[in-house]
């Protein structure tokens, strides 16, 4: 590296020799299927996590109004 404060650029790129060429190419094989899938079991799981969730905010909410009231009324 040089003391100068200047860009001297990127690397000299080396390009291959001529005539190379990749000795062989892979060819993928063919996808496997996808198992069958339950959609009702999927919309009834969706579902019920869907419940819980509204639940726990609910309950949630009612805890901090409820924390809320009491240190309005301590304070």
Known sequence: ???RNEYDGPPVNVPPPPGWRVESVALPSEPRRLPHQ???AIDAAEQRARLV???ITLVTVVLMFTVLIIGLLAG
Do not use: E, G, L, P
């Open 1 to 3: 590296m040089s003391d």
């Open 38 to 40: 339950d959609y009702a």
């Open 53 to 55: 969730t509204h639940w």
